[in-house]
């Protein structure tokens, strides 16, 4: 009997490992279906909208967080830093050495904007040996709040659309929290 008390407990933590990991949310974050193909994913300084079903990650000590379908091509990011003084033409620069130091490629120019909710932002890509502009940013300041650094991997030219598609719904969702 108790044998059978020590297994049916194994059995239990078992089921309930699978069924964590069956939701593919991060523990520092809520994760809170939208019912149209797109989940929010709720932190504790901002939110964005990705794919459901996908794997979101937990945020790392440097305030970076992915997103990706389980198949592990392609992602989506998010990274945040402090409020600062930098100017636009720094934090491309300091972006830059980051980005290139994990992938080789060439960026374009970046171009400053106002998004629908008010805010600035700089916008450039890099493009692969190839041409294509397979990572594409989006960097956000909030005067108080800080920089919210939006990225996309995109997997290949002929998934181009559907990964802008989904890049584009994390930036125009992205919000800052706190």
Same mark, same amino acid.
């Given at each position: #009997?108790? +044998?059978?008390?020590?297994?049916?407990?194994?059995?239990?933590?078992?089921?309930?490992?699978?069924?964590?990991?069956?939701?593919?949310?991060?523990?520092?974050?809520? =994760?809170?279906?939208?019912?149209?193909?797109? =989940?929010?994913?709720?932190?504790?300084?901002?939110?964005?909208?990705?794919?459901? &079903?996908?794997? @979101?990650? $937990?945020?790392?000590?440097?305030?970076?967080?992915?997103?990706?379908?389980? $198949?592990?091509?392609? $992602?989506?990011?998010? #990274?945040?830093?402090?409020?600062?003084?930098?100017?636009?033409?720094?934090?491309?620069?300091?972006?830059?050495?980051?980005?290139?130091?994990?992938?080789?490629?060439?960026?374009?120019?970046?171009?400053?904007?106002?998004?629908?909710? &008010?805010?600035?932002?700089?916008? +450039?890509?890099?493009?692969?040996?190839?041409?294509?502009?397979? !990572?594409?940013? @989006?960097? @956000?300041?909030?005067?108080?709040?800080?920089?919210?650094?939006?990225?996309? !991997?995109?997997?290949?030219?002929?998934?181009?659309?559907?990964?802008?598609?989904?890049? $584009? !719904? #994390? @930036?125009?969702?992205?919000? +800052?929290?706190?």
């Amino acid at each position: #009997m108790c +044998f059978w008390g020590v297994e049916q407990e194994m059995i239990t933590s078992l089921i309930l490992v699978l069924m964590q990991a069956d939701q593919k949310s991060p523990s520092d974050a809520k =994760v809170v279906d939208l019912k149209d193909g797109y =989940v929010l994913v709720v932190s504790a300084s901002y939110s964005i909208e990705v794919p459901k &079903g996908w794997v @979101v990650s $937990e945020e790392t000590r440097w305030g970076q967080r992915k997103a990706a379908p389980e $198949e592990g091509r392609g $992602e989506l990011g998010v #990274m945040t830093a402090p409020p600062g003084r930098q100017t636009w033409d720094q934090l491309y620069r300091t972006s830059l050495y980051f980005i290139l130091r994990e992938d080789d490629g060439k960026a374009t120019p970046y171009k400053v904007t106002k998004l629908e909710n &008010g805010l600035e932002a700089a916008t +450039f890509e890099v493009l692969n040996k190839e041409g294509f502009a397979n !990572r594409r940013y @989006v960097l @956000v300041r909030h005067p108080e709040k800080g920089l919210l650094a939006l990225s996309v !991997r995109i997997p290949g030219k002929d998934q181009e659309k559907e990964w802008q598609k989904h890049f $584009e !719904r #994390m @930036v125009k969702s992205a919000k +800052f929290l706190g």
